[in-house]
T-cell receptor
Framework: GAGVSQSPRYKVAKRGQDVALRCDPI?????LFWYQQALGQGPEFLTY????????KSGLPSDRFFAERPEGSVSTLKIQRTQQEDSAVYLC??????????????FGPGTRLTVL | AQKVTQAQTEISVVEKEDVTLDCVYE???????LFWYKQPPSGELVFLIR??????QNEISGRYSWNFQKSTSSFNFTITASQVVDSAVYFC??????????FGTGTSLTVIP
């Protein structure tokens, strides 16, 4: 497809379970971003990749959160030992170029994670 | 401190009315970029506009217009002759000298037919 895709679209996890969320960026896009959007809030930055390099992970809320993009295309956000406060929509975005902040970010539909 | 403030949580207008969504930002950088995104009920954020800090010229695109004023650190968005399809949550975002975006908390717009 032409846009950013994410899977699964919905995920229900029991507290303590590990989850993995997948993002397929637009082909050829160098930069990839993960955001967390709590209900009624704006997206909050989690982490950023330029190709396979994770250049900024300052937004990851704890060491239970881990992201990777081993071949510079598909990315996976993993959350270990999920907690109820992890319930949110996780958005992935990609942009064409690798530098500067004027690049438009194209967003995927998100994965809605519910932790029971 | 919140870098982007959208003070209007929810707005309702009747179809064909004009509506302005406010955005106030905070940054110490001289080079920065401002964005507006639309998030319809489907959830996917849709890019509307990008503006850099050196270009204060207002922009019009169809029924949409944007008013960027550095003196008041505002980047307001006006929809003229609103339509039901404009109902969505609208986010203003700021990007400084990095690739990180700072989003506001969003304004939920409901256009009543």
């Amino acid at each position: 497809g032409a846009g950013v895709s994410q899977s699964p679209r919905y995920k229900v996890a029991k507290r303590g379970q590990d989850v993995a969320l997948r993002c397929d960026p637009i082909s050829g896009h160098v930069s990839l971003f993960w955001y967390q959007q709590a209900l009624g809030q704006g997206p909050e930055f989690l982490t950023y990749f330029q190709n396979e390099a994770q250049l900024d992970k300052s937004g990851l809320p704890s060491d239970r959160f881990f992201a990777e993009r081993p071949e510079g295309s598909v990315s996976t956000l993993k959350i270990q030992r999920t907690q109820q406060e992890d319930s949110a929509v996780y958005l992935c975005a990609s942009s064409k170029l690798g530098e500067y902040s004027y690049n438009e970010q194209f967003f995927g539909p998100g994965t809605r994670l519910t932790v029971l | 401190a919140q870098k982007v403030t959208q003070a209007q949580t929810e707005i309702s207008v009747v179809e064909k009315e004009d509506v302005t969504l406010d955005c106030v930002y905070e940054t110490r950088d001289t080079t920065y970029y401002l964005f507006w995104y639309k998030q319809p009920p489907s959830g996917e954020l849709v890019f509307l506009i990008r503006r850099n800090s050196f270009d204060e010229q207002n922009e019009i695109s169809g029924r949409y217009s944007w008013n960027f004023q550095k003196s008041t650190s505002s980047f307001n968005f006006t929809i003229t002759a609103s339509q039901v399809v404009d109902s969505a949550v609208y986010f203003c975002a700021l990007s400084e000298d990095s690739n990180q975006f700072y989003f506001g908390t969003g304004t939920s717009l409901t256009v009543i037919p």
